[in-house]
């Protein structure tokens, strides 16, 4: 099991910032971080987690790690979870992609480095081809994605409604991996 082994560790400003494997004892900050993503509004998916859905999330991630059908990857800061990616075996040759980071973690290229690693996971995974989702309303993420490679492949309008009431689209992107 790769359970906390550690993929990439690098300084940003002075501050240790490490990309690795989830580990069970990482509930309670695991619960932490995705209470401030939902406050930042950072995902569609708002997951508003107790002990009781924490845990089943995170088991999930940890079953799929030991089953090679996914990868997860927690985005630590000096101790502090501020955000995790994901590749998913979704079908023929290909993976389901994302990521989320909390606002101090942002426009310091750590998406677009945790993008990379994840593109590496996905191919130890069999993929040849990625697919995400971001909705129109995230110019900072749909600018990641682009920025390494994602082209749009449909768009779904109004489809996201958003907690000012009002819709953006949801933006289908692909990648195919070389």
Known sequence: MREGHVVDSFLIDGTETRFRYPRWS???AFIDMHRTLTH???MCRRLELDAASGGRELS???IGLKQRRSS???VEQDGVLVGE???LRSGHDY???GLALVARARGRGIGTRLMQILEEESRELGARRLYLTVWSANVSAVHVYRKVGYVESGRRPDWVLMDS???CDLIDMVKILE
């Open 26 to 28: 990482d509930l309670d």
């Open 40 to 42: 930042e509004k950072v």
């Open 60 to 62: 999930q991630a940890l």
């Open 72 to 74: 997860y990857l927690i």
């Open 85 to 87: 990616g994901f590749t």
């Open 95 to 97: 993976c389901t992609i």
């Open 165 to 167: 009431g009002e819709t």
